[in-house]
């Protein structure tokens, strides 16, 4: 099972569990209706002892919420969704174009490479078994020859493993990427669930004097949840648009310089996955500039220490890891 589906299982679960918002929306009822009385009774009674006419308008504010609590699935949650739907799409759509970008920009890099390293004599049996197998069969028995294809052996295992280890610290970090994506989504969709689910008491609370406020910080803070998904798919669309460009910048070298060599981009690609897997974490804060969302400063906070020290353990095990390896290379 991939990671795609995975996300889809994820924006399933959020759909199975809204008819639970129906199980609370009786237990919000009985709050809101006491909360409704007195909040009505109080106003009626103080324009009476005042002998001021009584404004019926303020009134209709807990029946108003009433409503909503009634049909919360289909007026508020329904209505917030249909409104931030499009903004998911847009920047998933956005996501999507870059990274198949990516992708056919990469298979072209991987060809050039392919064909540079074939047209050079002394590198194209390292990526060809014919060019090898022909150069072993030129060579005789003596010892001279005998040296010369241990060398060639040896210049051979030691390119490939080069290459195993260099594909095997692009998938460890991909996967420790994609998995700090799925972390992300994740917890949004268990944040949007419980804010759903426990919408109908926030409403019913903000009936109360003293609590209006309530229904407000719902808005913002489901709000601001809710947009993590856009804003994750930008991080990662620029990262893709990044990517485009470096491989761009080596289609381009290896097609008009011929001793340009690929090493160095694929420490440029390493580093720039480190830097994702610290920037996913802090998809929470960049979501709350949008719109703020008070109670979150805290999460944020630990948010963003996770991130400091995720990245410090990832940059650390990298560099070790490959500090022992090039240690054991020399030696």
């Given at each position: 099972?991939?990671?795609?589906?995975?996300?889809?299982?994820?924006?399933?679960?959020?759909?199975?569990?809204?008819?639970?918002?129906?199980?609370?929306?009786?237990?919000?009822?009985?709050?809101?209706?006491?909360?409704?009385?007195?909040?009505?009774?109080?106003?009626?009674?103080?324009?009476?002892?005042?002998?001021?006419?009584?404004?019926?308008?303020?009134?209709?504010?807990?029946?108003?919420?009433?409503?909503?609590?009634?049909?919360?699935?289909?007026?508020?949650?329904?209505?917030?969704?249909?409104?931030?739907?499009?903004?998911?799409?847009?920047?998933?759509?956005?996501?999507?174009?870059?990274?198949?970008?990516?992708?056919?920009?990469?298979?072209?890099?991987?060809?050039?490479?392919?064909?540079?390293?074939?047209?050079?004599?002394?590198?194209?049996?390292?990526?060809?078994?014919?060019?090898?197998?022909?150069?072993?069969?030129?060579?005789?028995?003596?010892?001279?020859?005998?040296?010369?294809?241990?060398?060639?052996?040896?210049?051979?295992?030691?390119?490939?493993?080069?290459?195993?280890?260099?594909?095997?610290?692009?998938?460890?970090?991909?996967?420790?990427?994609?998995?700090?994506?799925?972390?992300?989504?994740?917890?949004?969709?268990?944040?949007?669930?419980?804010?759903?689910?426990?919408?109908?008491?926030?409403?019913?609370?903000?009936?109360?004097?003293?609590?209006?406020?309530?229904?407000?910080?719902?808005?913002?803070?489901?709000?601001?949840?809710?947009?993590?998904?856009?804003?994750?798919?930008?991080?990662?669309?620029?990262?893709?648009?990044?990517?485009?460009?470096?491989?761009?910048?080596d289609i381009e070298r290896l097609a008009t310089d011929p001793t340009f060599t690929i090493d160095a981009s694929n420490g440029v690609y390493?580093?720039?996955?480190?830097?994702?897997?610290?920037?996913?974490?802090?998809?929470?804060?960049?979501?709350?500039?949008?719109?703020?969302?008070?109670?979150?400063?805290?999460?944020?906070?630990?948010?963003?220490?996770?991130?400091?020290?995720?990245?410090?353990?990832?940059?650390?095990?990298?560099?070790?890891?490959?500090?022992?390896?090039?240690?054991?290379?020399?030696?």
């Open positions: 099972m991939g990671f795609e589906n995975l996300h889809q299982i994820l924006r399933d679960l959020y759909a199975e569990m809204m008819p639970l918002c129906a199980t609370m929306a009786g237990v919000a009822k009985g709050i809101a209706g006491l909360g409704a009385l007195f909040y009505v009774s109080y106003r009626v009674w103080q324009s009476l002892a005042r002998a001021e006419p009584i404004d019926v308008y303020p009134l209709l504010r807990p029946f108003a919420i009433g409503l909503c609590i009634m049909f919360f699935p289909t007026i508020v949650l329904g209505t917030i969704n249909m409104v931030l739907s499009p903004i998911v799409r847009g920047t998933n759509q956005l996501l999507e174009t870059q990274t198949m970008d990516m992708h056919t920009y990469q298979q072209q890099k991987d060809r050039l490479e392919y064909e540079a390293m074939m047209r050079d004599p002394t590198t194209a049996y390292l990526v060809s078994n014919e060019v090898f197998d022909r150069i072993l069969d030129d060579l005789g028995w003596s010892p001279t020859d005998m040296m010369i294809v241990a060398g060639l052996y040896l210049e051979r295992a030691m390119y490939n493993m080069r290459k195993a280890i260099r594909n095997m610290f692009r998938d460890i970090l991909e996967l420790i990427f994609n998995a700090v994506a799925l972390l992300i989504d994740t917890l949004r969709t268990f944040f949007l669930i419980v804010l759903s689910i426990l919408g109908p008491i926030a409403f019913a609370f903000s009936v109360w004097d003293g609590f209006q406020a309530t229904m407000t910080q719902w808005f913002c803070r489901y709000i601001s949840v809710y947009l993590w998904l856009p804003v994750a798919d930008l991080f990662s669309a620029i990262l893709a648009k990044i990517q485009v460009l470096i491989l761009q910048n390493i580093v720039f996955t480190i830097i994702g897997i610290i920037g996913y974490f802090s998809v929470p804060t960049v979501a709350n500039w949008i719109i703020q969302a008070g109670g979150m400063g805290n999460y944020g906070r630990s948010v963003n220490a996770a991130a400091v020290k995720s990245g410090s353990v990832v940059a650390g095990a990298t560099g070790a890891a490959v500090g022992n390896i090039k240690g054991r290379l020399i030696h």
